[in-house]
């Protein structure tokens, strides 16, 4: 079994600030993770990936996230948020043998002008 | 077209119509998948191909009826639905299932709403 938890479904920064989104995972086996972001009436864009490669992973946007398996975590960060980061953003989890995505339920990022 | 394109984009229906959700994929994949995203609550999996094959169904109601013709096209066919399923209907796709790991794309949805 698999489950994502994303703590805080809204974080709030200052445009110029630190983003930082926690994502913590639960998988019995190696996991991937995934990154998605949602803009409003849009469909979920990839914003970066983890499979097993690097334990830093670098993605669109300048959003990078770092995969920590002592902590269990994968938490989104980007050094200066910008007011078009102002988005939802899903973690999800897969294993390789798994058949689909579990998805946390999401944290609605806004940035303050 | 490039990506997943998903049409109608807005939809509007009364509890007694029957009509379908179009989902096309122009990225070469071959395995497709229906997302429900209602408000308050994660993405719900409502059902993946995989080759054209159906390989999941996650206990959804039977007025819900997925066909993926070929690779490229998906639809879901709804008939007699409640109002509790008003909701953004999500398509997306990825290489197939059993060789990999891969990401999904996504589609811009259609935002259904029943009444």
């Known amino acids: 079994a698999q489950s994502v938890t994303q703590l805080g479904s809204h974080v709030s920064v200052s445009e110029g600030a630190l983003v930082l989104l926690r994502c913590n995972y639960s998988?019995?086996?190696?996991?991937?993770l995934f990154w998605y972001v949602q803009y409003p009436n849009q469909g979920l864009q990839l914003l970066l990936k983890?499979?097993?490669?690097?334990?830093l992973v670098k993605g669109i946007n300048g959003f990078e996230a770092e995969f920590k398996k002592s902590e269990t975590s994968f938490h989104l960060t980007k050094p200066s948020a910008h007011m078009s980061d102002a988005a939802e953003y899903f973690c999800a989890v897969t294993s390789g043998s798994a058949r689909q995505l579990t998805f946390g339920s999401g944290t609605q990022l806004t940035v303050l002008p | 077209e490039t990506g997943v394109t998903q049409t109608p984009r807005h939809l509007v229906m009364g509890m007694t119509n029957k009509k379908s959700l179009k989902c096309e994929q122009h990225?070469?994949?071959?395995?497709m998948y229906w997302y429900k995203q209602s408000a308050k609550k994660p993405l719900e999996l409502m059902f993946v191909?995989?080759?054209?094959?159906?390989?999941e169904n996650n206990s959804v109601p039977s007025r819900f009826s997925p066909e993926c013709p070929n690779s490229s096209h998906l639809f879901l066919h709804l008939h007699t639905l409640q109002p509790e399923d008003s909701a953004l209907y999500l398509c997306?796709?990825?290489?197939?299932?059993?060789?990999?790991?891969?990401?999904?794309?996504f589609g811009p949805g259609t935002r259904l709403t029943v009444t």
């Open positions: 998988s019995s086996v190696p996991p991937y």
């Open positions: 191909y995989s080759l054209e094959e159906r390989v």
């Open positions: 983890y499979t097993s490669a690097a334990t």
């Open positions: 990225l070469g994949h071959n395995a």
């Open positions: 997306a796709s990825s290489q197939a299932l059993g060789q990999g790991v891969y990401e999904q794309y």
